[in-house]
């Protein structure tokens, strides 16, 4: 599988867009971009996903490099309760399409 | 809704006793997995299954078993626990449809092995 790099942790005011990067450098063609983020003490829980265009949902949006070497989540408000560690994950469209996770990114949110 | 369900939340278990994690689904779902996780790191795939009566080994398959019996459940055994085996375990499900699809997890199985 293709690996991801991600900060080990980033920091944000609340009510202030976060910015969240991810490399991936040796992506393919056919891998979809992922992001899951867990809250402490719970399961990971699905963020957004895409291909190759941007993305939007109720969470958050995904900004895609046009190379797709690199990916960004946007948060456009963070409040506290978005203090988790978020996952890029690269999924290979295998028949498993596994998900893989790293270490992730610490999102620290503070008043 | 429940979505996926988990059985049990914490277990305290001796070296060399034997127990069953159980992941339940009510979605439907064709492919279902089983991680863990330690402190301060990503979750790693234990064993997955792509459908009923199918399992396959993930990264860290040494010292578990798994069964799929029926669409909706997924076991996870550990014949005889070992210390390295105190952690967090996570079962998710998906639906079919690749890497197209979300993966949805339980709350997690804190065990701990004395």
């Known amino acids: 599988d293709a690996k991801t790099t991600q900060p080990n942790s980033m920091e944000s005011n609340e009510e202030e867009p976060v910015h969240l990067p991810c490399n991936h450098s040796?992506?393919?063609?056919?891998?979809?971009i992922h992001w899951y983020r867990q809250l402490p003490s719970q399961g990971p829980e699905y963020v957004i996903h895409?291909?190759?265009s941007n993305v939007n949902n109720r969470m958050a949006s995904l900004a895609i490099a046009e190379d797709r070497k690199s990916s960004t989540l946007i948060l456009h408000r963070a409040t506290l309760r978005d203090a988790a560690v978020y996952y890029c994950?690269?999924?290979?469209?295998?028949?498993?399409?596994?998900?893989?996770f790293g270490t992730g990114t610490r999102l620290q949110v503070t008043l | 809704n429940a979505g996926v369900t988990q059985t049990p939340k914490f277990r305290v278990l001796k070296t060399g006793q034997s127990m069953t994690l159980l992941c339940a689904q009510d979605?439907?779902?064709?492919?279902m997995y089983w991680y863990r996780q330690d402190p301060g790191m990503g979750l790693r795939l234990i064993h997955y299954?792509?459908?009923?009566?199918?399992?396959a080994k993930g990264e860290v398959p040494d010292g578990y078993n798994v069964s799929r019996l029926k669409k909706q459940n997924f076991l996870l055994g550990l014949e005889s626990a070992a210390p390295s085996q105190t952690s967090v375990y996570f079962c998710?499900?998906?639906?079919?449809?690749?890497?197209?699809?979300?993966?949805?997890f339980g709350q997690g199985t804190r065990l701990t092995v004395v």
């Open positions: 998710a499900s998906r639906p079919p449809g690749g890497s197209n699809t979300e993966a949805f």
């Open positions: 994950i690269l999924r290979d469209h295998g028949t498993a399409s596994k998900l893989t």
């Open positions: 040796t992506i393919s063609g056919t891998d979809y």
């Open positions: 299954s792509v459908g009923e009566g199918t399992t």
């Open positions: 895409g291909l190759t």
């Open positions: 979605m439907n779902h064709e492919y």
